[in-house]
Structures are given as structure tokens and as C-alpha cells.
């Protein structure tokens, strides 16, 4: 089972004991806080979908002093399926990567029902949450405890990008990003394995590398292993995209792409693959891309032939793409490219 990612909790007797519209007084549920904070702690994003009336259940999580800690939150009268629905759709990740959790037979058994890669958790067993393997990362990283808040800061820029009068592009200008690129380092493998699990649908084979793997290759001068990082003016995205490349002599082959699906909206995820064209042609060598694909990563393959990809052969499920080499690509003039040796 994939680990997941968001756990979408409901309120009445689940995260407090009593029904908010109709108890006198309700009270947080013991031991809650600390499974909130855990959770967070380890990358962990956490949402609602609660059957209420959205200001006093806002109110009430604000005087808790948790209604920070929930992103995209589903307070509603909206069947339980829809919220959790919109709540992947929103984070952009898989319903099998979320769990939710409910005192309701009815309502585990109605989002069960349409959406079966979901992990339906009754509330009375809140209390093995942490200890559920599917809720233990192999790494937690700097990445990891920052995500909620990088979620929080993709909130604000799409709220500013929704206001923004003017082209995308123009937006993108306001944003002042800064795209920046070097040599993996030993501790970059845990973000970079992290991101190997994480990713599925910017994936170019779908393959996870291992700590040790990745290790073995930072060392090996026949591979360059490179990590990505993109910050703004509303804060770090963290290290959000990775590349691997073993040189053989004339051909260059890239046997690994990644980027974060939470940036391709920015318009940032043809730079890396870009920048690595441009490396190889520097250095008189033709670079190819192993392409395997998987359930979600299409969008991969529609890259590399947007970039001037082709295909040359195929090794068993693994399509050999060659690039284009006669030009030199371009970068987006709203971004600083900075590369960096360490």
C-alpha cells in the first residue's frame, strides 16, 4: 500500500468528543493534538471533511489552536465522497494516497464505496494512527516538517495568481523565482529517495531508488546525480526535482527525471530537462532519456516530445528517447537560473 500523504479527519466525535451544533460544550478529544502534531511532524498534510457549518466549526478548530494545521478544508453539507475527492484533487495527489477518518459506519462506508484506493479509518481506532505503517515515512526530512507550509504558501499564490490582472507569464514575472541547481550530496539522498516515492506522475520511469542506491551513484564519476530547488517571493518549494545521468562516452543517458507536480503550473518544468541538453551538447555528447511507462506518468512522455524527443529504440519495457541537438534551449526569462557545483 502507497504511504500516505493527507489524512482527512471529521470533527463531531472524532476530533473533539460531542456534536458541535448540538452539545453545550465539546471537548477535544484526548490525545488528538499530539497525533495532529506527529503527523505534521512527519510530512504527513491533514484536511477535514466535516458535515457542520463552516464559521463556528472554524472558530471552534481556531480556539483549539489546530485550524492552522488543515489544508484545503471541506466544512460542508456535501456528501463525504465529494469532499475527499476535492481535497486530492486540490493537493494534487492520489485517493490512494489519503486516509480518512470518521465515527460513522455510514460515512466510511459511502466514501469506501466510491472511492476504494481511499484508507477508511473508524475514529474508535484514532489512537493506532501513528503507529500504522502506511503513517511512517523512511526519511523525515527538512522538506518533510516545511510541507504544510509550503502547501500553505501554494495557497496564497494561486489566491494572488486568481487576482492578478494580466497574462500568466506576467504573473510568473511577479513571483521572482529562482531555479537553482547542483551536485547531489550525501545529505541530499534522503530528500532525493523522499522524492523518488513521492512522485508518480512527473516520474520518467516510475522506479524508487534506494538511499544506498542513490549513495552509490553520487560517488560513480560515470553518473551526474542532480538536485533541483525553487524558491519565491512567498518562500521555498524545497527541493522539488531531481535528475540522474550516466555518461557513455558519446551519448549522455538521462535515467531519471522527476519534478514535483506541485510546480509544473509555474511554468518551471521544462528548465531542468532543458538545462541538461544544454550540458550535453556543451561537452560534444547527444543526450537520451529511458522512458517507462506507468498508470499515471504520461504527462512525462508528452514532455520529453515537447522538447524535441524522439524515440530510437526500445529494451524490453524502456523506450530510448533521443534528444534534439541541433539549437541551444532557451530559459524562461521570469526565472533566475543558478547553478551551483556543491
Not at 476530533?15 to 493534538?33: A, C, P, T
Not at 478548530?61 to 481535497?87: A, G, H, M, R
Amino acid at each position: 500500500m502507497q504511504k500516505i500523504k493527507c489524512v482527512v479527519w471529521d470533527l463531531d466525535n472524532t476530533l473533539w468528543d460531542g456534536v458541535l451544533l448540538e452539545d453545550k460544550k465539546v471537548i477535544l478529544r484526548q490525545g488528538i493534538r499530539d497525533i495532529i502534531e506527529s503527523l505534521d511532524n512527519r510530512g504527513i498534510l491533514q484536511s477535514i471533511s466535516s458535515k457542520n457549518d463552516y464559521d463556528i466549526a472554524r472558530n471552534k478548530l481556531i480556539e483549539f489552536d489546530l485550524w492552522e494545521y488543515f489544508i484545503y478544508p471541506q466544512i460542508s453539507w456535501d456528501v463525504k465522497s465529494e469532499s475527499v475527492k476535492t481535497i486530492a484533487e486540490s493537493i494534487n495527489i492520489g485517493l490512494d494516497t489519503i486516509a480518512f477518518v470518521d465515527d460513522q459506519e455510514f460515512e466510511l462506508e459511502e466514501v469506501k464505496f466510491s472511492h476504494p484506493q481511499v484508507l477508511c479509518i473508524n475514529a474508535v481506532n484514532i489512537n493506532n494512527i501513528l503507529d500504522m505503517e502506511v503513517m511512517k515515512p523512511n526519511y523525515i526530512t527538512r522538506d518533510s516538517k516545511n510541507r504544510r507550509k509550503m502547501y500553505k504558501d501554494d495557497i496564497s499564490r494561486n489566491s494572488a495568481q486568481k487576482n492578478f490582472i494580466g497574462n500568466k507569464e506576467e504573473f510568473l514575472r511577479t513571483l521572482k523565482m529562482q531555479f537553482m541547481i547542483h551536485n547531489a550530496r550525501e545529505e541530499d539522498l534522503q530528500r532525493m529517495e523522499e522524492l523518488t516515492v513521492r512522485t508518480h506522475q512527473m516520474n520518467s520511469t516510475g522506479y524508487i531508488y534506494s538511499y544506498d542506491e542513490l549513495k552509490q551513484f553520487i560517488s560513480d564519476e560515470n553518473y551526474e546525480l542532480v538536485v533541483v530547488q525553487l524558491d519565491d517571493i512567498y518562500g521555498s518549494y524545497g527541493k522539488i526535482g531531481l535528475a540522474m545521468v550516466e555518461k557513455l562516452g558519446k551519448y549522455w543517458e538521462l535515467k531519471l527525471l522527476l519534478m514535483s507536480c506541485r510546480v509544473m503550473s509555474k511554468g518551471v518544468g521544462n528548465v531542468l530537462l532543458n538545462h541538461l541538453i544544454n550540458k550535453a551538447r556543451k561537452n560534444g555528447a547527444i543526450l537520451r532519456a529511458q522512458f517507462i511507462p506507468t498508470n499515471t506518468n504520461r504527462i512525462m512522455y508528452i514532455t520529453y516530445k515537447f522538447n524535441g524527443f524522439h524515440e530510437v529504440d526500445t529494451r524490453g519495457e524502456v523506450i530510448l528517447l533521443e534528444a534534439d541537438m541541433s539549437y541551444e534551449r532557451k530559459m524562461p526569462d521570469y526565472i533566475t537560473f543558478i547553478e551551483r557545483s556543491t
